[in-house]
């Protein structure tokens, strides 16, 4: 079975139980934690994403800069520090301002089988040298064989890593293992899965995931996420 990694999604999807973000003070903290730990891979900064503090009003946070000023702290420490990027409030100068700031990614999110409209997107993060990954929000409403083809379609287009996103947390095990293994046949870039806990399954689901081939986990501290939460990173760490 191939080693899995960790996503922590503490200070992105976390910021949800904030308001829309966390303050400076926790966010310099926990990023300072998660790097020292050596966490692979870290989203942070508004629970919207990039953008979403002017295009979405979501003002219950720090300014994009002002977390990316904090991020800039723990670059080069062995950890990937990236931002989620909702694919309907797209402003490609967020783009530059992530790659100006020494981003690695930028995880771009859109409801399954709206894969059509992030091309563009992962083509432009692409073309400034940092990695373009892909959350397919609710991906239960399409059959694993339908998910998996929007999958082949955005690895094409140069996508590096591609997250399936249980976001009512209503998935259960054997359904997980069954998107999961058959995305994995799909495409060579690692699959990930995202599991909310709304039915208390998002540990069984992680589980199952990572017994189906996932390469990487998402998680958060203490579980903390929109609505239910998500898995706890140290539960998943256990």
């Given at each position: ?80 520090l990236g ?47 940092m990695k ?103 539960m998943c760490?256990?």
């Open positions: 079975m191939s080693k899995v990694k960790l996503m922590d999604c503490t200070l992105r999807d976390g910021g949800n139980v904030m308001g829309k973000g966390f303050d400076a003070e926790i966010t310099d903290m926990v990023l300072d934690g998660l790097t020292a730990c050596g966490v692979p891979i870290i989203e942070f900064g508004n629970a919207g994403g990039i953008g979403a503090y002017e295009v979405a009003g979501f003002t219950q946070a720090l300014t994009d800069q002002e977390y990316l000023d904090i991020g800039k702290k723990y670059l080069g420490r062995g950890s990937e931002m989620f990027l909702n694919a309907r409030r797209y402003r490609e100068k967020n783009v530059d301002i992530a790659k100006e700031n020494g981003l690695s990614f930028l995880r771009i999110g859109a409801d399954a089988g709206d894969g059509d409209i992030a091309l563009t997107q992962i083509a432009d993060i692409k073309k400034r040298g373009a990954y892909y959350s397919l929000m609710k991906a239960y409403i399409l059959s694993p064989q339908e998910l998996a083809e929007e999958a082949k379609k955005l690895e094409a287009a140069g996508l590096d890593e591609v997250t399936i996103m249980d976001s009512a947390g209503t998935m259960l095990p054997e359904q997980t293992a069954v998107y999961v293994e058959t995305l994995k046949k799909a495409v060579s870039i690692p699959v990930a899965f995202h599991g909310h806990n709304n039915l208390g399954m998002s540990a069984a689901n992680a589980l199952a995931a990572y017994e189906s081939g996932a390469d990487i986990l998402d998680c958060g501290l203490m579980g903390m996420a929109r609505s239910a939460g998500n898995l706890a990173t140290e760490v256990a």
